[in-house]
């Protein structure tokens, strides 16, 4: 299974980006999530959904973001509004045991 990611980019305080995650390869109903590491910060996870429900927020990005899933497009995204300059960071998928190779947020004031 190979995950790749896209669609951080630089935006302005206050605005939106959508990330997605396109899964190759049949990976099940594993656990799936977005983590993010700003500079000189361990990984810390966003957002996660596990067994296709149950799904649960850092409290930092609750009621700004949104994570989904398309059974169809085999892909895993993360909608994030309302952005803060803290949500600066390098974005990575995680679906099981693999993960995709990151793409970069940047949030400006």
């Known amino acids: 299974v190979q995950l790749q990611a896209s669609g951080g980019g630089l935006a302005q305080a206050g605005g939106s980006l959508r990330l997605s995650c396109a899964a190759s390869g049949n990976h099940g109903n594993y656990a799936m999530g977005w983590f993010r590491q700003a500079p000189g910060e361990d990984r810390e996870l966003v957002a996660s959904?596990?067994?296709?429900?149950?799904?649960d927020y850092a409290a930092s990005v609750k009621g700004r973001f949104t994570i989904s899933r398309s059974v169809a497009e085999n892909t895993l995204s993360l909608q994030m509004n309302s952005l803060k300059p803290e949500d600066t960071g390098r974005y990575y998928c995680r679906i099981g045991q693999y993960w995709g190779q990151g793409t970069q947020v940047t949030v400006s004031s």
């Open positions: 959904m596990i067994g296709g429900g149950h799904i």
